[in-house]
């Protein structure tokens, strides 16, 4: 086990589909053979890998907590509905080892604060790379009225709203009043510099394309293509499983684009190539909807942003999108 998963980590991104397919194989049957400590070093080795065995790493996230943290932490294989079955089928470990993962959907951190105790509530407070939506806020706010790391994280955060840390200098216990005050509504400079680091990476569409393994997702679904035909609903419940790099990779296999153009375009915060090209393919706005929350947009989108893309799409003329369309495929520039 120890030396499959050692080999694996060090050949991972020269593997082919079919090599990686074998490894998950062998990984997923010894894992069932072997005892914990085995199960814990493997998971180690395979936990921060792009291009993991996605059996395994699953077999793993729902291992015993030894086993499951590093994965739980570290794998961009998980997807939100990996992690949102975990929070609901585990207890208090296996919320905390996914509270510090570096980057965390809206629906993921309210499930989280919801289920979790103050501890896990509060390094959620803490981690910049959370999307922290208005039932969470709530719950940390409370907290964070008679708790200082809770506070003080809070105060830390680029996201927080003015009017919550003017809440809690208002309401909170007088120790906590105190810290905020003191620290300026903040936390100390370092701790700020690496808060403001976070939030910039998150504006950049090469820290979310970094995430994804989009060269095997389109060896997996250019196969399926061949074998049985990839088509919009498989498209669309790809995308309500969060599985991006295979959304993506059906996106530019249905509609003609390349891989490398559909990936830049499902990432980026201006969403006006992939309507177009959703209206000139003749997607259900069902479909429409599903991809707009799917992979980094389900972070980098608002609502209201969301709201106004499907706007777009359903005022958009569908003979004008595939004029367009045409023109850039030939001319790979849309007018």
């Known amino acids: 086990m120890k030396s499959v998963a050692s080999l694996f980590a060090v050949t991972s991104e020269r593997c082919t589909l079919e090599q990686i397919e074998i490894y998950d194989q062998v990984l997923t049957r010894l894992a069932d053979m072997v005892e914990m400590e085995a199960r ?17 790493i699953r077999r793993f996230a729902r291992d015993d907590i030894e086993v499951a943290r590093p994965v739980l932490q570290q ?13 609901k089928d585990f207890g208090r470990d296996h919320v905390d080892a ?14 989280a604060v919801e289920r979790g105790d103050k501890s896990i509530r509060a390094k959620i407070a ?6 922290i939506g208005a039932n969470a806020l709530n719950i940390l706010i409370e907290q964070a009225q008679s708790d200082v790391v809770t506070a003080s994280a809070l105060g830390g955060r680029t996201d927080t709203p003015d009017a919550v840390i003017a809440q809690l200098v ?29 939030a910039q990476e998150r504006m950049s569409n090469s820290y979310w394309l970094g995430l994804y393994d989009f060269e095997i997702a389109w060896a997996k679904i250019r196969k399926f293509d061949q074998e049985r035909g990839v088509n919009e609903p498989l498209m669309c419940r790809l995308a309500l499983e969060d599985r991006f790099a295979e959304t993506v990779a059906c996106f530019a296999v249905l509609t003609g684009v390349s891989l490398e153009e559909a990936k830049h375009w499902l990432v980026r915060i201006d969403t006006e190539p992939f309507i ?37 799409f359903l005022d958009l003329d569908a ?9 850039y495929l030939s001319t790979r520039q849309i007018a």
């Open 40 to 56: 814990a070093f493997a998971a180690v080795k395979i936990a921060p890998l792009r291009r993991a065995p996605e059996t395994a």
């Open 75 to 87: 794998s961009p294989v998980l997807t939100d509905v990996d992690l949102i079955n975990i929070i």
């Open 98 to 111: 996914i509270s510090t993962r570096p980057v965390l959907s809206e629906e993921v951190t309210d499930l």
């Open 126 to 131: 803490g981690n910049h790379g959370a999307t």
């Open 170 to 198: 208002d309401k909170a216990t007088e120790e906590v009043r105190n810290t905020l005050r003191q620290s300026g509504h903040a936390l100390d400079q370092s701790r700020m510099a690496s808060a403001k680091k976070v």
């Open 276 to 312: 177009m090209v959703a209206k000139a393919a003749g997607f259900r706005l069902q479909t429409v909807q599903a991809m707009l929350k799917v992979g980094p947009w389900k972070n980098r989108l608002s609502s209201q942003m969301r709201t106004d893309s499907l706007n777009r």
């Open 319 to 327: 003979a004008a999108a595939r004029e367009r369309v045409e023109l």
